[in-house]
């Protein structure tokens, strides 16, 4: 009796050995990004089937992203990185990566390939892929209005519309930064959108746009914040507001605001991942990067927020919404009718001129 | 107890004397050594009581500000970058594009670069400080970065076919003038100045102005907004100063009240209530006061900022007033009556000045909080009720131009301490009371 008992002790005793030994550390990974709906479509699609193939990791969300730059170079100078994984715009990005305080990315290397073996550096949208930035989604800046606002059969359709205050009366919200703003001006000025930044490169294109804004500049009222912009229009405030299509998508459909999205000259940027330089888990980090950026996965954030994904081959996998259960496909920013007149934001020039037109937004805004 | 044991020890000294004739105590110590023990117990004790505070404030007050100070003209990039370039510069006389040895020097030290691990590499630093000065050259230096290890000589023709930026003596001029330890550029650009061709420091075009004009609009608001909370505070504060201890301390709570509810909650509360279709201005409409096209703009403007800040900001005034005021005896205003003089005389002579130390308390604490304010600006502030801090917080987090905040947040904090001097000449700062 008292020997089989032993063993039976034994036996579990080398199970529970045998056991620990497969099973590891827990470990938790730090992953920062937007907050809200966004931060909740990544947990769905990315952070849960991680957790669920690797029951070690714990990932905990950081709604840190609005000013990830700063408290990354802050991380960085003062030798204590406990971030892992950064979401981030590329012009930051860019920053981040001539600074050093980002890793580079080696595309075809660390990420995978489309499932028909297409390598990443090519599947990817053109254009989409930085120095040190892996993209997730395309997202845009599209201008939205109040149908209410305006007659029925006059109701404004293009960017135009937004600087014609006689047919279309009322205030407009716009973000309070020179960016999407200065594009918008030319291109309702008339300017082609695969021309508006060469011509904002010269003197005389910032002069023409900065023109065209004092034409509705009493109409305007500026916001700081995301979440103003469809609250402004909610609140009745505003007949036209700028805002993330996200956001929009989000207002009008889930909390049933009264709004319209105007695609013409949307302004089309990616958002996706950066890793900090020295941070504290690295070989897991690209784990999950690897796993968090197939072609699977991003189709897959496609049914929790209406932001393309930034693969080729995850656009065919675009379904429904996993709880609206509408067909998401047409809310995409880059779907067929809704991209026939983007604006594909330049980084690098916002990168290089954005200095001198923010100071030069800054004194008009408080001219 | 202590007090006459001290005393009846100190008759005993007038008596007791060593074998050389110095004075001891009781107990036979020379009274000089066991008066310094005392003394340096007594530092020690006090030491303690101080340190923990002084130790926290030096290490989170004051040493961040030094840093502040010292980011403000620190300037490392271009220095650590372009050694050789700046050697071969020292000949340049500022004219036209430099000769072939700087490019020279300029290849070898971007060169140099390439070889250094990643984390140590100085030309992507380089690129974002002299961005600060000639818009695109980070895109200069990045692009020929990429480029550099293929280039031949002559290099004058290889770097001016790689960036067109090269081939201008502006940027020569900034990596020449800029290429020291320390600079003031961040504070020449701070009061909207700038360098010109021959280096003197000349007013930017005006369309680039925008500091000076936000300092002093800055000041202007805090200004208008300690004057409210005085306007407003003023009778509060009296009338609960006047009221039976049970009274006032209840309505003293609804005084505190905006002290703990967030300051997000607050704002935002402000917002429902001013916005053109808010509370406010849907009633004024509803009793037909005015009309539906005619709604007030009370908020994304300097109205709505003095109108939010101001609420946020008068529990600040109320308390110092309040506190001094509950110690003015009202029999002096009833003295005052008995000989003669009218109410309006008796508060404006006897009462208001008595307040002066509490009003001056909550101005000096209001103006100065509201000098700094950033967040209520930014949601309710619109584009005319913006403020310093609001400019300054995007430097620090959107444009990571350290240096221009480190500047402007200097100059806030040298322009607050000279007004507080000023305050202290006119009125005389140990006569604040603060509670």
Redesign the interface.
Known sequence: MSSKLKLIGLSSAVSVIALSAAAQDPVSLTVVSWGGAYTASQQRAYHEPFMEANPHVTIINDDGSANALASLRAQSQAGNVTWDLVDMLPSDAQLACDEGIILQIDHDEMLAPAPDGTPASEDFLPGSLGECFIPQIVYSTVLTFRPGAFPDDAQPSSIEDLFDTENFPGRRALQDRPGTNLEWALYADGVDPDEIYEVLATPEGVDRAFAKLDTIKDDIIFWTEGAQAPQLLADGEVAFATGYNGRMFDAIEVEGMEAAIIWDGQVVEWDGWVVPADGPNEELVMEYLYFATDTQRLADQAKYISYGPARASSAPLVGEHADLGIDMAPHMPTAPDNYFAPIVLDNDFWVDYGDELRERFANWMLQ | MAIQHATSEEGAIGTATDSRGRLVTSDGTPLRRALERANRRRKLTALALVGPLLAFILIFFAFPIAQMMWRSVDNPQIVNALPETLNALEEWDGQGIPDEPVFAALHADMVADLDRP????KI??L??RL??EI?????AI?RTARAVADFDAPYKDAFTDAHRLWGQPELWRVIKREGRPLTTSYYVAALDREFDDQGNIVKRP?????YV??FG?TLALSLAITFMTFVLGFPIAYYLSTLPMRYANLLMIAVLLPFWTSLLVRTSAWIVLL????VINNALVGMGFIGDDGRFSLI?NQTGTIIAMTHILLPFMVLPLYSVMRTIPPSYMRAAKSLGARPWTAFRRVYFPQTLPGIGAGGVLVFIISIGYYITP??VG???G?MISN?IA?H???????GLAAALGTMLLVGVLILYWVFNRLVGTDSLKFG
Do not use: D, K, M, T
């Not at chain 2, 990643?118 to 590499?121: D, M």
């Not at chain 2, 916005?275 to 808010?278: H, K, T, V």
């Not at chain 2, 620090?396 to 350290?402: D, E, H, P």
């Open positions: 990643r984390r140590e590499q992507g630093p690129g974002i961005n600060y818009s695109a050259a980070r895109s990045s005006e369309n680039r102005q925008i004009s936000l609009r916005q053109q279709q808010g994304y930014a949601l619109g584009q005319s913006r400019e995007r620090i987090q959107q444009s990571l131009n350290w």
